[in-house]
């Protein structure tokens, strides 16, 4: 499969689709706009979520059926079929969408707390977890989330059932990641 590259300008976040084009986060004007690219560059849509972008801004996207998640300081907000939607006040969240579970994962930095939420906004469950909020992720076929915190100096892996909230796996680590990544499978 050939692969491609091209310059987009002031990109705050970014997710690769599987066809290898982005959807991408970036300012537009006073405006933070949600830009999909096809796999050549060309710009094939442009939202704007009606807020500023910032630089803790976070994406995410269900590459099925094209749900897009943008984090930013004034809240969660869904895109589907160019529509824009506020679906959580949670501020500059870290995003992970989950296509098992069909949820997307939140959680801030820093913070204790990591919220599954539905398309249309509705939250699933919220968890606590003993330590602050480094990186976080989903597991793919797992139906799961994986979140790193940070616990007095040292860190912790978890994994989080997406259907239910409940921490199935808590493996101490000598730090908190800064970013996880999983495969699919």
């Known amino acids: 499969q050939p692969q491609h590259s091209f310059t987009v300008d002031a990109v705050v976040d970014a997710e690769l689709l ?3 084009g982005i959807v991408a986060v970036q300012p537009d004007g006073g405006d933070c706009g949600v830009a999909t690219y096809d796999s050549a560059g060309n710009q094939v849509s442009l939202v704007q ?4 972008c910032d630089q803790q801004s976070s994406v995410t996207t269900d590459t099925v059926n094209g749900t897009t998640w943008v984090s930013t300081d004034s809240g969660i907000y869904e895109v589907a079929e160019g529509v824009v939607t506020r679906v959580s006040d949670m501020p500059n969240a870290l995003l992970a ?3 098992e579970a069909d949820v997307v994962y939140a959680g801030v930095a820093g913070r204790a707390v990591v919220t599954a939420i539905e398309p249309g906004g509705a939250e699933r469950w ?3 977890v003993d330590g602050a909020i480094s990186a976080l992720t989903d597991l793919g076929e797992r139906s799961s989330a994986a979140v790193s915190i940070e616990q007095n100096g040292n860190g912790a892996f978890l994994v989080i059932d997406g259907l239910t909230g409940e921490i199935t796996s808590n493996l101490p680590t000598p730090s908190a990641a800064e970013g996880l990544s999983a495969s699919g499978r």
Do not use: Q, S, Y
């Open 18 to 20: 599987g066809d290898g």
């Open 49 to 52: 979520l009606g807020v500023e």
């Open 97 to 99: 969408h989950d296509a």
């Open 126 to 128: 919220e968890t606590h």
